[in-house]
Nanobody, 129 residues
Framework: QVQLVESGGGVVQAGGSLRLSCAAS????????MAWFRQAPGKDREFVAACSGSGVNTDYADSVKGRFTISKDNAVKIVHLQMNSLKPEDTAVYYC??????????????????????WGQGTQVTVSS
């Protein structure tokens, strides 16, 4: 049984930092590309960042490029999202997701939500102005 469990969300002032973590179990972690998505109140869920199974190839939404960093630790089956210089518009529920196995170990991870098979329950990030 695959489980993705996010943690690290909270309330932070604008300009601050948070580090989200997503712990995976029940899958061959290195074989899965991983991504972070977010959903703000009243808005659709949107792509934030992704990395290949190896962790080498990364991709970011323009809105977070230069502020957020995704990293994948295959040894302990955790993917992190380091978020710096946070803005009120970053307020959302953040979800991690994993794609199917052995499709994108070295290839870039997709931005399309439909490409991801497994999802966590989400963690709330609130940035106050």
């Amino acid at each position: 049984q695959v489980q993705l469990v996010e943690s690290g969300g909270g309330v932070v002032q604008a300009g601050g930092s948070l580090r989200l973590s997503c712990a995976a179990s029940g899958l061959t972690f290195v074989s899965h590309a991983m991504a972070w998505f977010r959903q703000a109140p009243g808005k659709d869920r949107e792509f934030v960042a992704a990395c290949s199974g190896s962790g080498v190839n990364t991709d970011y939404a323009d809105s977070v490029k230069g502020r957020f960093t995704i990293s994948k630790d295959n040894a302990v089956k955790i993917v992190h999202l380091q978020m710096n210089s946070l803005k009120p518009e970053d307020t959302a529920v953040y979800y991690c997701a994993a794609d199917g196995p052995y499709t994108r170990i070295w290839r870039p991870a997709p931005r399309d939500q439909s490409e991801y098979d497994y999802w966590g329950q989400g963690t709330q990030v609130t940035v106050s102005s």
